[in-house]
Every structure is written in C-alpha cells, then in structure tokens.
C-alpha cells in the first residue's frame, strides 16, 4: 500500500516536537547510563 509522498512532511509541520514518536524532554535511562560509565567528559 504506498503512502502519499508528503504523508510524514505533512505529520511533523502538523504536530509539536514532544508529539513526534521518539523525542523525550529528558531521556533520564540514556543519562543514567552513560552516567554510569563514569565519564567526567559533559
């Protein structure tokens, strides 16, 4: 079933950052672990 070519364009110019599917305001387990290799480097 072929998707219409502007479908996504038309999605993300509709909807704000935090209703896209993989955006977080803080990705607290990806900041933990990189935490947790005990890197001083920020």
Known sequence: MPE???RWE???RSKE???TSWFE???QV???LIAD???SDR
Do not use: F, I, K, M
């Open 4 to 6: 219409e070519p502007n």
């Open 10 to 12: 038309s999605v993300y």
């Open 17 to 19: 950052e935090a209703e």
């Open 25 to 27: 305001g803080r990705p």
């Open 30 to 32: 990806s900041l933990d």
């Open 37 to 39: 290799t005990g890197s």
